[in-house]
């Protein structure tokens, strides 16, 4: 099965600050079929992005998907309060689909 | 509005069933795959399976493969998703998600439903 191993495991920036996300893969993502959750404390997962660039239905323009093959990142601009959570990416180009370990922003 | 509403959260012992439950609205049932993600506590997301409500066609992740079931009444718009005889281990949120059609990706997520198994 495909292993991704997402980086940092913590994020601790400012409102306003950009975050940058890493997701690496173990093996090629066939077709860029990789996409980023956000999931608070407490509530379900939520799809930001999907096809790695592709933003999700009522997702602000702040969140952007770059990568292929085996390495991806999820930038956010401009950090706004709501955004401090858990982020996950996922890829379905292989079944197993398989998640990374996730990486947490918090607020510094 | 597409929303996916599960079953409430549920106590069981170690070797008891369990079927929990997910009804889909707002949008064409039949056409979409639905699966469920386990989330153990404090842990991360991890693909079981899928299900396709048109045919029952179902796909499970080697690490669920036998160990659970995935069904679909497509006449009342529900998948479910059942044990037979449940493990401690099986303690965790289990939530449904709707697929994206070709994208792949799982759109609409489900609240959730917190299955505790405690002796």
């Known amino acids: 099965e495909i292993v991704l191993t997402q980086s940092p495991g913590t994020l601790s920036l400012s409102p306003g600050e950009r975050a940058t996300l890493s997701c690496r893969a173990s093996?090629?993502?066939?077709?860029?079929?990789l996409a980023w959750y956000q999931q608070k404390r407490g509530q379900a997962p939520r799809l930001l992005i999907y096809?790695?660039?592709s933003r999700a239905t009522g997702i602000p323009d702040r969140f952007s998907g770059s990568g292929f093959e085996t390495d991806f990142s999820l930038t956010i601009k401009r950090l706004e309060p709501e955004d401090f959570a858990i982020y996950y990416c996922?890829?379905?180009?292989?079944?197993?689909?398989?998640f990374g370990q996730g990486t947490k922003v918090e607020i510094k | 509005e597409v929303q996916l509403v599960q079953s409430g959260a549920e106590v069981r012992k170690p070797g008891e069933s369990l079927k929990i439950s997910c009804k889909g609205s707002?949008?064409?049932?039949?056409?979409?795959?639905i699966g469920w993600v386990r989330q153990m506590p404090g842990k991360g997301l991890e693909w079981m399976g899928t299900i396709y409500p048109g045919d029952s066609d179902s796909r499970y992740s080697p690490s669920f493969q036998g160990q659970v079931t995935i069904s679909v009444d497509k006449s009342i718009n529900t998948a479910y998703l059942q044990w037979s005889s449940l493990k401690a281990s099986d303690t965790a949120i289990y939530y449904c998600v709707r697929r994206l059609p070709v994208a792949g990706a799982f759109d609409y997520w489900g609240q959730g439903t917190l299955v505790t198994v405690s002796s």
């Open positions: 707002g949008y064409s049932f039949n056409i979409f795959w």
């Open positions: 093996q090629s993502v066939d077709n860029s079929y």
């Open positions: 096809g790695a660039s």
């Open positions: 996922q890829q379905y180009g292989t079944s197993p689909w398989t």
